[in-house]
């Protein structure tokens, strides 16, 4: 069966001009056309954003029937973290405290979804939404603390199993821990080089790649890329990364 995934760090959808424009993030992620989002830097309460609850928001605008919301900073008013919206039954959901001494507060929302096919077969599938520190000690802190949480520990080596998010990992020193240690591919890299990641940060001229799927198990990745439209330049400081795959 085939699903489409996407990452996005939509940044409170204030874009580079500081603009806060909803309608441009439900524009793009109605274009790209998921059938599961993983989403980054959402808030809700907050009033930078209308005080809306953007997860709630775009989940009605694009017609998810499913979603979840684990906040991981608290403002002065209001609150935001990570949001996965998905076509697919929610059946468990729980958001993973990442958060390292008295540095910014971060965390992972873990979800199983349950993905039946239209001849009927249901696929389990493991999601596990993150966004990482700004230093490489806390991340390289941060991805112990999550494999050894228990949504991690619990999982069968041979479940499909995604990790997706922003690890704001510009020396791409991550990838040879899931792939070289917790036996994961990943499908954002190049040429199957953990050194030529697609590049979606800064959005308006990517240098970096920032944001990451990787997976395990029955899962075969198709293709990925990132958002090649114009308004994604705009929208946010990140452009969301896609990648295509086959569940067996």
Not at 55 to 62: C, D, K, S, Y
Not at 125 to 136: D, K, Q, R, W
Not at 137 to 142: D, M, N, P
Not at 191 to 217: C, E, H, N, V
Request: charged share 25%; with cysteine; hydrophobic share 40%.
């Amino acid at each position: 069966m085939h699903i489409r995934i996407v990452s996005y760090n939509i940044h409170r959808a204030i874009g580079v001009d500081r603009r806060f424009r909803l309608e441009r993030i439900v524009r793009i992620l109605e274009h790209i056309d998921a059938d599961i989002a993983l989403l980054q830097e959402v808030d809700c309460g907050a009033p930078r954003s209308c005080e809306l609850d953007l997860g709630r928001e775009l989940a009605q605008a694009l017609g998810y029937p499913h979603y979840a919301i684990g906040h991981n900073v608290t403002l002065r008013k209001g609150r935001y973290g990570n949001a996965t919206l998905s076509r697919f039954p929610i059946r468990r959901e729980r958001n993973i405290d990442l958060s390292v001494d008295s540095r910014k507060r971060r965390g992972c929302q873990h979800t199983h979804i349950e993905i039946e096919s239209s001849a009927g077969v249901a696929h389990p599938l493991e999601v596990f939404n993150l966004h990482l520190g700004l230093s490489a000690q806390e991340r390289a802190r941060q991805v112990g603390m999550l494999v050894r949480s228990q949504e991690f520990t619990g999982l069968d080596p041979a479940q499909a199993c995604l990790v997706g998010g922003d690890f704001n990992d510009w020396r791409n020193l991550l990838p040879p821990i899931f792939t070289e240690v917790l036996g994961f591919d990943c499908a954002t890299n190049r040429r199957d080089d953990f050194r030529r990641p697609i590049r979606t940060y800064p959005a308006f001229s990517p240098t970096g790649g920032l944001d990451k799927i990787f997976y395990r198990g029955p899962v075969r990745a198709l293709d990925a890329r990132a958002c090649r439209l114009g308004v994604s330049r705009l929208a946010s400081d990140h452009l969301p990364v896609i990648a295509e795959f086959e569940l067996s």
